[in-house]
């Protein structure tokens, strides 16, 4: 299905930039 396509890769994206924020915030830290 495409849904399921297009879904994974918003979730894939809202991961990635989760984790980039993550990661400048331990940086801060």
């Known amino acids: 299905m495409i849904l399921i396509k297009y879904y994974k890769n918003k979730i894939r994206?809202?991961?990635?930039?989760?984790?980039?924020i993550l990661q400048l915030?331990?940086?801060?830290?």
């Open 13 to 20: 994206k809202i991961v990635a930039t989760s984790l980039n």
């Open 25 to 29: 915030y331990r940086s801060d830290i």
